[in-house]
């Protein structure tokens, strides 16, 4: 079940990068993402009023603690997707630079969350990068035309949604799905709806194309790629969610070639080959002392004072 849904998660997240380079020769990023997330948020909250079972326990708190991570890991990372490709970053290049994720979210897992990383997920790491940098290398040698500044803007989606993961993981609430999607989806309609209006790019292209990538972005992506996020984050922790990153450029880099005359060549080739590798090492490197020390770190945390000082 596990390879199945990261297999879908893969899909449909490298989609997203599609989806808004197909809106992009409509619209303005702003007016993408107002549409995208508003009729959706309308839909949601409809929804959430009459089944109001998942929200029976949650505190004013708790909501808000969604909020900002909805604000976080969609509003702060689409926008820079989206405006970097707008510049002319290629839908690929800029899946390229989250493909770094991976090991920033490693590293911090210790630390923040003592999830830690083994030996051989560090390796697994370290070669994802390496296939991150084969590909980059790729498309920057063909050209986009895009300035060199605009390169470093996906830099700070990448940091935005692993501040989100990292703080829904520190949550100690269980949240439903359904109720975080809504609370994620109804923020970012409220700033990207606010955002549009103050800059008067709310009103939509009358072209087929824009509607066709909303669809897109809406059933892929958002209930595709980012619901499978949150999911395969509870089912498998934060290392093993985000090695997948790896595999999005390449695979975005392959719909990017199919659907818009992107460059494949060689060198994109190998960098897939190094990123499945990478995801391999990560998943298999899960040993049995990791996984004993992390079980061992939770039932310190579940222990009461009394029980620790004993």
């Known amino acids: 079940m596990n390879f199945l849904l990261s297999i879908a998660f893969v899909i449909c997240w490298s989609s997203g990068f599609i989806g808004a380079k197909l809106g992009a020769g409509s619209a303005s990023a702003i007016t993408i993402l107002m549409w995208r997330f508003l009729p959706l948020a309308v839909l949601l909250i409809a929804v959430a009023t009459v ?31 989206y405006y970097a490709i707008q510049l002319g970053v290629s839908s690929g290049t800029t899946a390229l630079i989250d493909g770094v994720q991976p090991l920033v979210a490693g590293a911090l897992a210790g630390p923040l969350l003592r999830q830690y990383v083994s030996r051989k997920q560090w390796l697994g790491l370290c070669l994802g990068v390496s296939g991150v940098a084969i590909v980059t290398l790729a ?13 470093l803007i996906p830099f700070l989606g990448m940091f935005s949604l692993v501040a989100a993961t990292f703080l829904e993981s520190r949550s100690r609430t269980q949240v439903a799905p359904a109720v975080s999607l809504t609370v994620h989806c109804a923020t970012s309609a409220v700033i990207f709806t606010a955002l549009a209006v103050s800059i008067g790019a709310a009103k939509p292209p009358a072209e087929l194309s824009f509607w066709a990538a909303i669809i897109w972005l809406v059933a892929l992506s958002t209930f595709g790629g980012y619901g499978l996020y949150w999911l395969i984050l509870r089912r498998s922790g934060v290392t093993k969610v985000n090695t997948l990153m790896f595999l999005m450029a390449p695979v975005t880099a392959v719909w990017g070639a199919l659907m818009f005359g992107e460059t494949f060549g060689p060198q994109t080739a190998l960098g897939l080959a190094v990123g499945l590798a990478a995801v391999v090492i990560v998943h298999r490197g899960d040993t049995p002392s ?21």
């Open 51 to 81: 089944s109001r079972t998942s929200w029976r326990d949650l505190s004013v708190r708790d909501v808000a603690r969604q909020a900002v991570i909805g604000t976080l890991s969609q509003s702060g990372y689409l926008l820079t997707v």
């Open 139 to 151: 498309d920057a040698a063909a050209g986009t035309g895009a300035a060199w500044w605009a390169y």
């Open 290 to 310: 990791t996984r004993v020390r992390a079980r061992d770190t939770d039932t310190a945390e579940a222990a009461t004072p009394a029980e620790r000082g004993a």
